[in-house]
């Protein structure tokens, strides 16, 4: 499963179909970054970049020129070069990028300055993404000053520049058939992981040794990097929303709570699982538990096309307040509690956001100033979750330091929707999971 060249050039054309008459994408591909002296961090392309052209090396600009007689997708890119190649690996060069990449025209980068400003020239507008590079801004902005230098001698240099990412990261929010068919495989890479860290887990184990087994199960299936950093927080440290230091032993009778996904041939998958570190969950561990996988069952049962973007997060809201009564944690009326925001010290984020290549992905939540209506092909997770501080001394000492969060990925269906990821999430499948029967076979999916 993977991303045709037939699908990037679907996209290239329907961003072209889009855009105005007589104009011009410009968009440059991601950076080398230092990591330490002479090592640098593991190159990732610009999603923006990828999405358009599939093509993973530093140092290359994608140039869009609708109706050109000579070729509407122009490709910059570093020229082979056998000496470099023997250090850091094969190049495609720019007759590699016109036969495998379906580029109309590329070029070596280094001739950027001679070939872009006549490729400019004549065009009225220019879409770029103004922002995100300072040192390309500057670069743009050069090429099209050389040109207003010369409008005497006839040069037509661009008058306005517009966004790229209004228009590109609307197309990105729709999943085709092909991209979500790759993110089920990150989803079922992930929810493997998850398994195998549940499985691996007992008093006196490290987090980051769980972190290994997730990392582990990760490139054993072909997804060498993680999507994001990896979250093992056992007791009190789960709640630390965005706890990462992983280094601390798990006790017995905590829970551990894990936020792992795998990137896999470019797009993320997001899953978190909390489980007690023993296999068995208490009473009070189980009751908040239930409560969390209330929340999100709840929220999965609105989602559906013609459903906004805020009715998950809002019927979550309304399950955890009434929830939080029952078990004691809030007192008082469930619609006054929602109204003055009493929930937020326990349920302080909201439920979801969209992801794809990026873990976080692109798409507006709201069109103008209501909240998005949902359609086929939007994929998003549903993450509700319960933290209680571990000095929280308003509550009773059993809820203390616990803190739950539920998160699956989720994709919009012509009717309803479909989890992508499908790790155990009830009471009794983790307990059995955890005593090392695999029932990962037998996880209904929805």
Not at 66 to 86: I, N, Q, S, T
Not at 279 to 306: C, H, T, W
């Amino acid at each position: 499963m993977t991303i045709t060249k037939k699908e990037y050039a679907r996209r290239r054309s329907n961003l072209m179909g889009l855009m105005e008459p007589n104009s011009i994408a410009v968009l440059p591909a991601a950076r080398e970054k230092v990591r330490s002296r002479d090592t640098d961090y593991h190159f990732r392309q610009d999603s923006d970049f990828f999405y358009l052209t599939g093509f993973e090396e530093s140092d290359a600009v994608l140039v869009l020129l609708p109706g050109r007689e000579y070729g509407e997708y122009v490709l910059f890119c570093k020229e082979k070069d056998p000496a470099k190649e023997m250090w850091d690996g094969c190049l495609m060069g720019p007759a590699g990028a016109c036969a495998k990449l379906g580029a109309d025209d590329a070029f070596p980068i280094e001739d950027i300055d001679d070939i872009l400003p006549g490729l400019l020239e004549g065009r009225e507008r220019v879409y770029y993404s103004l922002g995100k590079d300072a040192s390309f801004d500057q670069h743009l902005m050069e090429w099209v000053n050389s040109l207003r230098a010369m409008v005497e001698s006839g040069a037509h240099p661009p008058g306005e520049f517009l966004d790229l990412d209004h228009l590109l990261h609307d197309m990105r929010l729709f999943k085709s058939a092909a991209e979500q068919k790759v993110m089920a495989k990150a989803g079922e890479i992930t929810s493997k992981a998850h398994v195998r860290a549940m499985q691996a887990c007992k008093p006196g184990v490290m987090e980051y040794q769980l972190e290994a087994e997730i990392l582990h199960e990760f490139a054993i299936n072909g997804a060498r990097h993680a999507a994001y950093t990896t979250i093992v927080g056992g007791g009190k440290n789960a709640c630390i929303l965005h706890y990462i230091n992983n280094s601390e032993t798990l006790r017995n009778g905590d829970l551990v709570l894990i936020d792992a996904g795998c990137e896999y041939k470019g797009y993320a998958a997001d899953l978190t699982r909390t489980f007690p570190v023993s296999g068995k969950f208490s009473v009070a561990q189980r009751a908040l538990y239930e409560l969390v996988l209330d929340m999100q069952n709840a929220a999965l049962e609105v989602i559906k096309p013609g459903s906004h973007w805020d009715d998950p997060h809002e019927i979550s809201v309304k399950v955890a307040t009434a929830g939080l009564v029952r078990l004691g944690l809030l007192e008082g009326d469930v619609d006054e509690l929602i109204a003055s925001g009493a929930y937020k010290r326990f349920y302080m984020h909201r439920i979801g956001h969209w992801i794809g290549l990026d873990v976080h992905d692109v798409g507006d939540y709201k069109v103008g100033e209501q909240w998005r209506v949902l359609e086929p092909g939007m994929v998003m997770t549903m993450e509700p979750g319960i933290y209680i501080a571990s000095d929280d001394e308003s509550v009773a000492k059993k809820w203390r330091g616990m803190a739950i969060r539920i998160e699956d990925v989720v994709i919009v269906t012509k009717e309803a929707c479909q989890l992508l990821t499908t790790a155990p999430k009830t009471v009794e499948d983790i307990e059995q999971v955890m005593q090392k029967v695999d029932v990962f076979e037998d996880i209904a999916l929805i």
